[in-house]
């Protein structure tokens, strides 16, 4: 009984600081000079409900259209049309026809039919702008250090493809076909909003979040690379303010969404972990690629080599988006926020980290690298 009350004081305590940063930033806002109707797809995931929230901060009138599914107790005041992407399923996105907004948000297109589709009948209906999320992987190649949205896109040999590929190869070609879908059905009103790797509470991938949370577990921690290996994240919240200052100012273009404004080290990234964690009997084991590479499969999130093939991945130009509007929680406030968040889902949710390494393949491979 202790320790479940300990549990619940730790969770209350996390979840009431949590919701305190989340109405300090809504009083930060000022309301928009112009309420504008938005259509906003899904708002209920990742990037959803902060986006959500800094749009009725500004005043605006908020639609969702989503299947329905997830969190659908989330913004019971708003109105929602439910449907499915893909046209070819109940309903699809028949509830769009005929309804007009000001402003679109496209953050759960994946496949260039569903956004065409959904696109054209919104366009058709005299809606205004739309804002599409892409990605950072939208971009053909990863080797040049500091290129910015001119550089060139991943192309798709077939089209037609309905599928992320066997190891998700064929997300960023994807993307590209989604921005073109929407920006040939909205021509001079697109944004396209391409992030990094997206971070802070409500993730649910636990790629970000592994880090802290295997550092509040103690004990010796195998590390990836150098603490000089560069690396971008973008908070969740800062890309939905990101978007809402974009679509408000019908900013058209690409812009790439990635933090911090300044170089990120990842020896400061793991620094920060180990503080939040506030665990004391830890060690960090640094490994050099080479020495990983003896061992294949292993899962690092968010981290990628500086060498090769990925030499420019965590450093993309988001100078462009900086330049919009963009800016940055401190990282250090991303990852308490984020261990805050964690803290508030169920026990049987906590106990299963979907990224990173096991405790017994971490064990297996410092115990070989030892002995080499």
């Known amino acids: 009984m202790r320790k479940d009350r300990r549990d619940f004081l730790q969770?209350?305590?996390?979840?009431?600081?949590?919701?305190?940063?989340?109405?300090?930033?809504?009083e930060d806002r000022v309301k928009s000079a112009k309420p504008l109707d938005v259509l906003v797809f899904g708002g209920t995931g990742l990037i959803g409900p902060p986006l959500v929230e800094a749009l009725l901060a500004r005043g605006h009138k908020v639609v969702l259209f989503n299947r329905g599914k997830t969190k659908a107790d989330?913004?019971?005041?708003?109105?929602?049309?439910?449907?499915?992407?893909?046209?070819?399923?109940?309903?699809?996105?028949?509830?769009?026809?005929?309804r007009k907004f000001d402003l679109v948000f496209d953050d759960t297109g994946y496949y260039p039919r569903h956004v065409k589709t959904s696109s054209e009948m919104l366009a058709k209906s005299g809606s205004g702008h739309i804002v599409y999320v892409s990605s950072i992987s939208a971009y053909a190649k990863n080797e040049t250090i500091g290129a910015d949205e001119t550089a060139e896109l991943a192309?798709?040999?077939?089209?037609?493809?309905?599928?992320?590929?066997?190891?998700?190869?064929?997300?960023?070609?994807?993307?590209?076909?989604?921005?073109?879908?929407?920006?040939?059905a909205f021509p001079g009103q697109c944004t396209i909003v391409r992030p990094g790797y997206i971070v802070g509470p409500g993730d649910g991938s636990d790629r970000f979040t592994y880090w802290p949370l295997r550092f509040q577990r103690g004990g010796r921690i195998l590390v990836p690379g150098?603490?000089?290996?560069?690396?971008?994240?973008?908070?969740?919240?800062?890309?939905?303010?990101?978007?809402?200052?974009?679509?408000e100012a019908r900013t058209t273009g690409a812009f790439n969404a990635c933090g911090p404004k300044d170089k990120l080290a990842w020896g400061?990234?793991?620094?920060?972990?180990?503080?939040?964690?506030?665990?004391?009997?830890?060690?960090?084991?640094?490994?050099?690629?080479?020495?990983?590479?003896?061992?294949?499969?292993?899962?690092?999130?968010?981290?990628?080599?500086?060498?090769?093939?990925s030499k420019g991945f965590h450093t993309w130009s988001n100078a462009r988006a900086?330049?919009?509007?963009?800016?940055?929680?401190?990282?250090d406030v991303t990852i308490r926020d984020t261990l805050a968040w964690f803290a508030t889902l169920?026990?049987?949710?906590?106990?299963?980290?979907?990224?990173?390494?096991?405790?017994?393949?971490?064990?297996?491979?410092?115990?070989?690298?030892?002995?080499?």
């Not at 192309?155 to 190869?169: A, C, H, L, Q």
């Not at 299963?352 to 002995?371: I, N, P, T, Y």
């Open 11 to 26: 969770v209350s305590l996390a979840a009431g600081a949590l919701l305190a940063t989340r109405a300090n930033a809504a």
């Open 74 to 98: 989330l913004f019971p005041d708003l109105e929602r049309i439910q449907g499915d992407r893909d046209p070819s399923k109940d309903k699809g996105v028949s509830g769009l026809e005929g």
């Open 155 to 184: 192309r798709m040999v077939d089209p037609t493809v309905e599928t992320m590929g066997p190891s998700g190869e064929f997300y960023g070609p994807l993307k590209v076909l989604c921005e073109e879908a929407a920006a040939a």
């Open 226 to 247: 150098a603490p000089t290996d560069p690396i971008q994240v973008i908070d969740v919240r800062d890309l939905a303010d990101l978007m809402v200052k974009l679509g």
């Open 268 to 309: 400061k990234v793991i620094e920060e972990c180990q503080k939040a964690s506030e665990a004391k009997d830890v060690s960090v084991r640094w490994t050099k690629l080479a020495e990983l590479e003896k061992f294949p499969g292993l899962d690092f999130p968010i981290w990628a080599p500086s060498e090769g093939e």
């Open 322 to 331: 900086v330049k919009a509007g963009l800016t940055f929680h401190p990282i």
């Open 346 to 372: 169920p026990e049987e949710r906590r106990a299963k980290v979907r990224a990173g390494l096991s405790a017994e393949k971490e064990a297996e491979v410092l115990g070989a690298l030892d002995k080499a």
